[in-house]
């Protein structure tokens, strides 16, 4: 039974892509879509310190899972803005497999410091990848839906690279002693991630009145902009909190349980079909015949790492 728990971390991972994809429109204000992620990231916290006081109050914390919650929560913000930039900046199936192809980076961390088996159908499988990476990025040029920019490469691959530590503090934090915190986990997480987003809302609000790229409105008018803005994309934010919210939360749990070879594999693999699947039928987006053999090839790469 445990092992079809991945799966339904890949499904609300699907809808989070989805909802994020509703704030393609949220960057026309400075700092703006950073208070967005903090307001979906603070309802998070709130949900799980309410969760922690109902089933395991009074409840401490170590000073190592405090530390290292602490930095899972920059490494969030950080991820969840550049996934949203690449989202908005390039076709949707695209950066989503290069944001679940992330998933090599916990399982080779699995590998080399949880001593998890790494054998041929391991190394076969980061062989397919590169495979499917050069099928999807290279010959994906030429497919004929939104165009990809040098911009986007660049957030892509930083959504590789943040997404995939994520995994990794988490399979730390999940490794050591107290594995009963992962609700105060979570919640310190979210916290920290939501402050780092409200910083970083305040330096480019800041950043862009200097070079007259944002309104110079009073105060006032700008938190009613910006209370406006919630209001308009209230249910994207809802759905953002509790598909991020219960989704993190399975896999941070499942990463004391199951080997990061299957788990993480599992997860991606499950959210690359979903979302070439959503994405074809939602939003039009067309992958060329020799992008569809990238695909298919990254689908046969999880599977191999997951033997």
């Keep these: 039974m445990l092992l079809v728990v991945p799966y339904v971390a890949a499904a609300l991972f699907v809808?989070?892509?989805?909802?994020?994809?509703?704030?393609?429109?949220?960057?026309?204000?400075?700092?703006?879509?950073?208070?967005?992620h903090a307001s979906y990231m603070l309802m998070i916290a709130v949900g799980f310190m309410t969760w922690t006081m109902l089933t395991a109050w009074p409840s401490t914390v170590s000073l190592s899972t405090f530390w290292i919650a602490i930095v899972y929560g920059a490494d969030f913000a950080l991820t969840m803005t550049v996934y949203s930039l690449a989202i908005r900046t390039g076709p949707l199936s695209t950066t989503s497999f290069c944001f679940s192809a992330s998933m090599l980076l916990p399982v080779a961390a699995s590998a080399l410091f949880?001593?998890?088996?790494?054998?041929?159908?391991?190394?076969?499988?980061?062989?397919?990848?590169?495979?499917s990476f050069y099928f999807i990025l290279v010959y994906g040029k030429k497919q004929k839906t939104k165009r990809i920019t040098r911009q986007w490469y660049g957030y892509a691959g930083l959504s590789f690279l943040l997404n995939g530590n994520l995994s990794v503090l988490s399979k730390l934090q999940q490794t050591m002693r107290e594995r009963d915190e992962t609700s105060v986990f979570m919640t310190i997480a979210f916290l920290a991630g939501c402050l780092f987003c409200l910083i970083g809302s305040v330096i480019l609000s800041r950043i862009g009145r200097k070079n007259k790229l944002a309104t110079n409105e009073p105060g006032a008018k700008m938190i009613l902009q910006n209370l406006a803005t919630f209001v308009k994309y209230w249910p994207s934010i809802v759905g953002l909190a509790l598909t991020t919210g219960i989704g993190n939360w399975i896999v941070v749990w499942l990463s004391g349980k199951l080997p990061g070879s299957y788990l993480f594999p599992t997860v991606n693999g499950g959210i690359i079909i979903g979302l070439v699947v959503v994405s074809r039928f939602l939003y039009k987006e067309h992958l060329s015949s020799i992008g569809w053999v990238g695909i298919i090839v990254g689908i046969a790469a999880m599977i191999a790492v997951s033997v």
Excluded: D, N, R
């Design 15 to 36: 809808v989070q892509s989805l909802c994020l994809k509703q704030f393609k429109k949220a960057g026309e204000h400075q700092g703006e879509p950073l208070l967005l």
């Design 114 to 131: 949880w001593q998890e088996s790494f054998g041929f159908m391991k190394w076969l499988g980061v062989g397919l990848f590169m495979v």
